[in-house]
């Protein structure tokens, strides 16, 4: 992806379309991910319903103003949000959601998936903005990552005692760790 449009951010016009793809494979990531939550939200059953049901609408509701920021940030750099249903889908770093998932452990293990690959997608993103020398998305990237990470504990906070618990602790490599660079460069 090229800019799209003008921009007097004294960035290299170069970085700034690297950012921008940067900055949609999180806005398209972010859009699947709060769909996901949505999807856990309205079909989760079992003991704790409630809990997990308000707290599956938070995560919810921080991921969709994320994607939100991303899109605007994308926009500021010059370039052109790319957040319809179907980029996100085609352009997400997350698999689809497991529709087995039925009762509340289930969908918390599914969640915690999806939520630590979103993370690690920030965590690439901090590090390439960082390189870019574009401390704007860099602070953003860290910023979200706080947020998603505090979410991520909420999740994880859920399956305590559980056997999900037990597995190792291993974040799954993104796009932008596994290339080196942005998505399409």
Same mark, same amino acid.
């Given at each position: ?59 919810? &509701? !921080? @991921? /969709?103003?994320?994607? %939100?920021?991303?899109?605007?940030? +994308?926009?500021? #750099?010059? =370039?052109?949000? $790319? ?22 452990? &289930? !969908? @918390? /293990?599914?969640?915690? %998936?999806?939520?630590?690959?979103? +993370?690690?997608? #920030?965590? =690439?993103?901090? $590090? ?22 505090? &979410? ?11 056997? +999900? ?21």
């Amino acid at each position: 992806m090229t800019t799209k449009f003008p921009s007097h951010i004294n960035l290299p016009r170069e970085s700034r379309a690297e950012l921008i793809e940067l900055l949609n494979v999180c806005l398209a990531t972010s859009i699947d991910l709060h769909w996901q939550v949505k999807q856990a939200h309205w079909n989760i059953r079992g003991k704790d319903f409630i809990s997990r049901h308000e707290l599956f609408d938070d995560v919810a &509701d !921080h @991921v /969709r103003k994320q994607a %939100d920021e991303f899109a605007e940030r +994308a926009g500021a #750099l010059g =370039g052109y949000a $790319q957040g319809t249903i179907r980029l996100a889908v085609k352009n997400s770093e997350l698999e689809e959601y497991d529709l087995s998932a039925v009762n509340g452990d &289930d !969908h @918390v /293990r599914v969640l915690v %998936d999806r939520v630590t690959i979103y +993370a690690s997608t #920030l965590r =690439g993103g901090i $590090q390439r903005a960082g390189d870019l020398n574009d401390p704007v998305t860099e602070d953003l990237f860290t910023r979200v990552l706080g947020e998603v990470e505090q &979410d991520l504990w909420f999740l994880e906070s859920h399956l305590y005692g559980s056997a +999900a618990t037990d597995r190792e602790e291993v974040a799954p490599p993104t796009i932008i760790e596994e290339r080196g660079t942005a998505p399409n460069a």
